[in-house]
């Protein structure tokens, strides 16, 4: 048997013949860059096979509460300036380009060419541009871009010249300076230091200039690159001939995210070296494995460089928003426009609170569709149709009063829901407001409704008629309008449904969109016939997602609130439509929003994630496209880590319950989890 195959034969035992090992080798390799560290490799097999055969571990996904957090902590970059001081030093300052003085958006640089397949309509492209280099390294290591497109031309019938061009443009698309790198730049030149760029690449020099160019970086004196040189990094040949060129006595310094050619190859050399660490190294553990689509790419790219480049002036609740929120704000977006379009919705109603960050970032993306922002709640949907809700109000909102405080007495849960029409018929039911509200007090309550439902429906003539008004104002001409809430069930936009075409009689069809919908009877009925729509699950979609997310333990939605605290508006509940003194519209809200600090960071990042993906999308269009499934994806890992959440959010305060409260009667979300274990 010889060496070849022996290799084979054995990676295909200690590697390929276990999924997770085989994954989890191949992330090792592609954050690491350590191909030719045999010794490293094999004692990363050694650890692999022990962890997922031995051990029998079932997941390559890392524990959150495993890692240091928050995630932007996870490196600790030297600031700008003894960064400046460490390398002027020095006559000469090399720098390497890719991951170092440049990021692309992506997560790995093959997805450049999973774009290029994209944009060549050709099936396996990406794997095909791989195979071509490698065959061009064979007959020459050191093969340039165009000894690769001279393969592709034979075995593609494509364009070798349009190849070219095609793939140097989507570098330069992806491309872009990274921030601390630049500042580093920019005041060793300001101090009149000689600075280089060295690197192993397939790029020719004059195709390199072009892209730190369309990067932003001027006055580089030479770019070296082992293409042209015929010499690469890792004995440290090309940088040798740096210095023969350069000045044979002067003294080197070489800054490179590589450990293998950047920082042992130059040292090989006698050059001096700076380590920056690999930005997608960094994060990897973070991020979850299962997102795979080009999208995908583009967001673990993006939070990659935004988390660890350097520049992170943000706290760990922006990092929340920018991680969690970020992907499902734009996927959302990105879904609703899709739905508009092909429902033929003339405007899209943004309700609050949990509509505000998603209509704003709508607003600023090229909105094809009219929209607007209403305040509404479920307690106000319930109050415009009661005669229809009446048993859904007391069965969401009257009825959890019974478990929130069992000394409560009745009086004051009429306070909190608003209920003062019931007092003219307590004593009929032998209640007062003195009786303690527990399920004998409810089920009284209950008759009373059923008894008295007309009587009671009619006292919200006032709500309902500001409601009616402020409403028509809103929509205007408009015929086709789309109800737009974050989730579970839908019954926001069913209340608004059955209010505008049935009970205002307005010209209008109403539909409702979800960002995720939960399991049951109703909505999935209104799901089938097209009224509700769902981006990241539902009973017809991504089921096994929605299950996770409606598991309840001891009672309480933990998935819920972490997403609701993603998109709550720095704002009061809004409990009813009125009409003022004056006549005019009033809009009555609760209490003020204990959390506002928290939700500005929070939403500073969705929105800042939301403008940068979006940069992208304008140039590749609708391959970026976020699945649902993806979308969910990061709040779902966070969510398995309770231990991790509450580290950032334990402290945020939360109300589980509908209705006119008080500010003691919030609890933080660490006491509800610590309540419910």
Known sequence: MNIEKMKKTAYRCFVDNNILVSQSFQDYLDTTHLECHYIRKACKLVQLNWKYRICRQTSIETKLSALKMPEFEAETRLPIENVVAKLEQYDWISFDIFDTLIFRAVEKPRDVFRILEAKWNIIGFAGFREEAEKKAREKDPE????????????????????????????????????????????????????????????????????????????????????????????????????????????????VGDNECTDIEGSKKAGWRTFYYKNIEQIGRPYRRKGMKTIGASFYKGLVNARLHNGVYN??????????????????????????????????????????????????????????????????????????????????????????????????????????????????????????????FAYDKIRTLFENHIVEISKCFDNPVRAAEQYLREVIGDHKRICIVDVGWQGSGAMCLKYFLEEKCKMNVQVCGALMGMTNNESSDACLSNGTLHSYMFSPQMNMSMMLKHTAKHNEYDFRNLLVEILFTEDKPSFIKYQFSTDGKVELVYGIDEDNGTEIASVQKGIYDFAMDYFTYERKFGSILNVCGREAYMPVDGLAEDKKYCLKFLGNYKVNENSGIFEKDQKRTLRDIVQENR
Request: aromatic share 12%; net charge negative.
């Open 143 to 254: 093969a340039t871009i165009y000894d690769i497109y001279d393969i592709l031309a034979t075995e593609l019938a494509i364009d070798k010249e349009a190849g070219i061009a095609l793939e140097l443009q989507t570098e330069k698309d992806v491309c872009y300076a990274n921030p601390y790198m630049k500042k580093i730049v920019e005041q060793l030149q300001s101090k009149g230091k000689k600075i280089v760029v060295t690197s192993d690449m397939y790029l020719p020099k004059c195709l390199m200039q072009e892209l730190l160019e369309s990067c932003g970086y001027k006055g580089i004196l030479d770019i070296f690159v082992s293409c042209d040189i015929k010499a690469s990094k890792y004995e440290g040949m090309l940088q040798q001939r740096v210095q023969k060129q350069l000045g044979i006595q002067e003294t080197f310094v070489h």
């Open 314 to 439: 943000e706290d760990e609740l922006y990092e929340y928003g920018y991680v969690n929120g970020g992907v499902m704000a734009v996927g959302y977006i990105q879904y609703l426009k899709k739905l508009a379009k092909e429902k033929n919705i003339d405007q899209l109603l943004f309700v609050a609170r949990d509509g505000y960050i998603i209509h704003k970032i709508y607003e600023e993306h090229e909105a094809e569709v009219d929209s607007a922002y209403v305040p509404f709640s479920r307690f106000a949907s319930y109050q415009l149709t009661m005669e229809r809700n009446w048993k859904n109000f007391l069965r969401h909102v009257v009825n959890p009063r019974i478990q929130a405080d069992p000394s409560e007495k009745l009086g004051e849960v009429i306070k909190i829901c608003d209920m003062a029409y019931v007092k003219p018929y307590l004593d009929e039911y032998g209640l007062t407001e003195d009786t303690n509200f527990d399920y």
